[in-house]
């Protein structure tokens, strides 16, 4: 809940910026007012919100896979045309895993190596790393019916991985596993984070993961969406599984909660949220 | 090791091949019993004392038969997923043909084929021809349908992977279309021995042909009904083997992966 960063020096320049970007749908659903965030480097920066306040549609517009109806975004300090020039990668993990059921895991995994035209010497080692950063050592020769839901979802980060992006946007992507698959592979893709450093956007709709995950919260309301507050979250990393059971665990949980009610408030009330 | 009868492989090659016994066998002493004539219904003996004195004029005729059905089949293939891949590109060329497509299904062979026997002066062309028309559409919108297909979610991860258009093409729309690609066969594989057969019917009519259906209008003239039983026996028979061998390929090609070819493994 502390404002600002355990270090405020000379702050690095912002991995995206988000100016003033609406999005109305073609059937005239405002799906975002005008959303100003800027996407600091090397943050984990989570968006929660009740169903319908376009978190979803703010992390496609970051991924580009949509155009603001107005403002713009800003990639490393350029157009999305020049993300590529700029030696700089993004990634996506969808919320449902979208393996290709025809291939095998390796290949899946493979899939943006050899898109990109990387020869096989060079993606085989680099498949097989990412597989083994996500705990499926052993599996490239299976097929994706071969293995569980949550298994799945981790081929589909090993995916994200493979090409060592410098952004990494998750849309819910634990969203449909259970609550012990859930911790499980939040406290995985944490150390992931750790490690790499890597610049990452989470949507959920699980204040637990978010407090969990982030080192920010973004708490959205709905219609039109828009960003209604902000919260810091510097608990020190790595987090393990005692972060969960602190007493400071609960408050963080508490407050968001709290904002999150309000966020649904001045406007028609949405207690559809199981979680708020 | 489970007891014979109850394993799976048993069961179902065993259960209809002893249905199909019984029912002959019934088939049998019935005719015998009540003396049916051989000229209304004949016995199962009969037809198979049929198939072995003339099993060489028989096997003529099928021979001829499926290689019509097999050409058809062929040009069905071909010209349905050719077709299929110039509706995917184009919306347009989609609306604009589609209705032909179904006029063509709908239209019954029998009224078109003497027009067509007429206007081609082949009979094993002309035979093609009205085979293809039958078997051709549901290789057209099956295959259209399987082209279109494809995962949501999968296209993004190409787009966002810049992925050009062939890329696109090879790795993510035709293997999206197989399994219906392969339920194209199967049905499509049928309607071509049906084509076949009802199109030398009518060319049989005008004594143009020497296949199955020629041999059973012939057998009819000559009260011979054991032999129009064994023609009959002969084109079941291909038209199961067709499908069998349709059956395979698909288990072939999608055995790895699609839930259709996958067995329970519990």
């Known amino acids: 809940m502390t404002a600002g960063h355990a270090t405020p020096t000379e702050p690095a320049p912002p991995v995206v910026e988000v100016l003033s970007a609406t999005k109305t749908f073609a059937d005239g659903t405002k799906a975002l007012a005008p959303v100003d965030l800027s996407i600091r480097d090397g943050e984990f920066l989570t968006l929660i919100g009740p169903s319908g306040c376009g978190k979803s549609t703010l992390l496609k517009l970051v991924a580009n896979l949509i155009e ?49 035209g990387v020869p096989k010497s060079v ?6 790393d990412a597989l083994k950063r996500v705990g499926l050592d052993g599996f490239g020769d299976r097929y994706p ?27 819910e992507p634990f969203g449909a596993l259970d609550e012990f ?64 059971e602190s007493a400071r665990f609960a408050d963080l949980c508490r407050q968001l909660s709290a904002w999150l009610a309000d966020a649904s408030l001045p406007q028609r009330s949405s207690a559809m949220d199981p979680d708020a | 090791m489970k007891p014979l009868i109850e394993s799976d492989r048993f069961v179902r090659v065993g259960a209809p091949l002893l249905i199909g016994a019984l029912l002959l066998g019934v088939w049998e002493y ?81 009224a078109i084929a003497p027009l067509i026997i007429i206007l081609v002066k082949n009979t094993q062309v002309a035979l093609t021809v009205c085979a293809t028309l039958v078997a051709l559409f549901p290789m057209i919108s099956n295959t259209t349908i399987g082209l279109r297909s494809v995962d949501q979610g999968l296209q993004n991860l190409f787009r966002m992977n810049k992925a050009n258009r062939t890329a696109t093409l090879l790795r993510l729309r035709i293997p999206s279309a197989l399994p219906y690609f392969f339920a194209g066969l199967r049905i499509s594989s049928g309607l071509a021995l049906i084509g076949a057969v009802v199109a030398e019917f009518v060319a049989g009519t005008g004594g143009r042909s020497s296949g199955l259906a020629y041999e059973i209008l012939q057998a009819g003239f000559q009260l011979d009904i054991p032999r129009m039983f064994a023609a009959l026996l002969l084109i079941a028979v291909a038209g199961i083997l067709m499908f069998v061998l349709m059956a395979g390929l698909s288990k072939l090609a999608l055995g790895g992966w699609h839930e259709s070819e996958i067995t329970a493994e519990t």
Not at chain 1, 77 to 94: C, N, P, T
Not at chain 1, 182 to 191: I, Y
Not at chain 2, 89 to 101: C, M, N, T, V, W
Request: a positive charge; charged letters at 20%.
């Open chain 1, 68 to 116: 603001p109806t107005d403002g713009r975004l800003v990639w490393w300090r350029g157009g999305f045309d020049q993300v590529g020039e700029a030696g700089k990668k993004l990634a996506f993990v969808f919320q449902d895993a979208t393996l290709m059921p025809w291939s095998r895991i390796e290949a899946n995994v493979r899939l943006p190596l050899d898109l990109a």
């Open chain 1, 123 to 128: 993606s085989a080692p680099k498949v097989a």
């Open chain 1, 145 to 171: 019916r071969q293995l569980s839901g949550g298994m799945r979802m981790r081929v589909s980060i090993a995916r994200a991985l493979v090409t060592d992006p410098n952004l990494l946007l998750m849309d």
């Open chain 1, 181 to 244: 698959t859930r911790n499980k592979l939040d406290a995985d893709l944490l150390a992931l984070w750790w490690e790499r450093k890597l610049t990452s956007v989470f949507v959920t709709h699980s204040i637990y993961e978010a407090v969990f995950l982030s080192t920010r919260v973004a708490v959205m309301a709905a219609r039109p969406g828009r960003i209604f507050k902000v919260m810091e979250i510097d608990e020190p990393m790595p987090r393990d599984e005692s972060f969960r």
């Open chain 2, 30 to 110: 019935a005719c015998r019993h009540w003396a049916v004539p051989v000229y209304l219904f004949p016995k199962p003996s009969d037809i198979y004392g049929s198939l072995a004195k003339d099993w060489y004029p028989l096997l003529g005729a099928l021979y001829v038969t499926m290689k019509v059905t097999f050409q058809a089949f062929f040009f069905a293939v071909l010209l349905g997923t050719l077709i299929a891949f110039m509706f995917v590109q184009s919306r347009f060329i989609e609306i604009s043909f589609f209705p032909y497509a179904v006029l063509l299904q709908v239209t019954p062979i029998v």
